[in-house]
């Protein structure tokens, strides 16, 4: 069978690992592994090219995608949709398995639905906000670049006596804020899932700031669009001096860790060993894989684990 992969969406460190595991995997089951480069954009432009070995040795270490990606709005319109069908058709494509959010598989049901052509959905966003699934790709290699960034921060914070503010991505998923809050031992954490206690965030500072505190960290999730609001409330509250830092994208960028390469590589297998399972989302529950139906999966909302919620004290 002759197989596409698409990156759609916004990049994710891992999805180099995954294109080498996607054309090392197909080769070795007797499939033809072929690339379409630029998302949804390049299906519709016709950038689609068989894939080689040589196309992805020493990519595995390399943040971002070799295929590139891409937002398609014309990806929307029928007539380029049936483009993007007929590039896929004459170069004999029928499964694809595209790399990306929710948003990246709602497009290709679509197009399954209008056209003889079938996909597997692989999740690959920074956000973690895919339904059924407790990991996409990327989440693991974003977590340590905050990780680094904080850590980094809270030097000059300690230094200065200074409070800082940190915006993390995410959407309006909090997961990348409240994981690097625990991990980075954060004294306030704000994401769209929970309301916050201003009230009561600011009594327990302040005790803790008569106690010897001079300096703290706030992780805010872009979500929640208050990180100037957080800024103020903290200057005007503690009489301290504050600092904003918006990571914004540097988040997506960097070398892949072991874990985020090893799953990438899971998840590619798991879709090519299964291809009777059409117009189906790869899921990851601890290191169990299942395959969840496109419709179930994009009409359920995304809930953030209560395990990561308790461990900031939001739950009892």
């Not at 004999?92 to 497009?107: A, K």
Request: proline share 2%.
């Amino acid at each position: 069978m002759r197989i596409g992969i698409v990156c759609s969406g916004g990049d994710a460190p891992g999805m180099n690992a995954a294109l080498k595991k996607f054309v090392d995997v197909a080769h070795y089951l007797g499939h033809e592994p072929y690339f379409i480069y630029d998302g949804y954009e390049g299906m519709i432009d016709g950038k689609i090219k068989k894939a080689a070995h040589e196309d992805v040795s020493g990519i595995l270490h390399r943040g971002g995608t070799i295929i590139r990606s891409s937002r398609s709005k014309r990806f929307f319109e029928y007539k380029y949709r049936k483009q993007a069908y007929d590039n896929l058709k004459k170069e004999g494509i029928e499964h694809i398995i595209v790399l990306g959010g929710d948003g990246s598989f709602r497009g290709l049901n679509v197009l399954s639905g209008e056209f003889d052509i079938s996909f597997t959905g692989i999740p690959a966003t920074i956000d973690n906000d895919i339904s059924f699934s407790d990991y996409a790709i990327g989440v693991d290699t974003a977590l340590n670049v905050i990780r680094d960034c904080v850590d980094n921060i809270r030097d000059t914070a300690s230094s200065f006596r200074r409070a800082f503010v940190i915006e993390t991505m995410g959407r309006e998923c909090g997961y990348l804020a409240a994981v690097s809050a625990v991990a980075n031992g954060a004294e306030i954490c704000m994401i769209p899932e929970i309301k916050f206690d201003w009230e009561k965030n600011k009594n327990r500072l302040k005790e803790e700031f008569e106690n010897g505190r001079s300096y703290m960290i706030a992780i805010v999730a872009e979500g929640c669009d208050a990180t100037q609001k957080m800024a103020k409330w903290i200057e005007e509250s503690f009489d301290i001096e504050v600092r904003i830092t918006v990571l914004g994208h540097v988040q997506r960028g960097g070398k892949p860790t072991v874990q985020e390469r090893l799953i990438a590589g899971e998840f590619v297998y798991e879709a090519l060993n299964n291809l009777d399972k059409k117009n189906m989302v790869v899921v990851r529950n601890g290191v169990n894989y299942d395959f969840v139906d496109i419709k179930t999966l994009t009409s359920t909302p995304y809930k953030l684990d209560e395990k990561v919620l308790k461990l900031l004290n939001f739950l009892d």
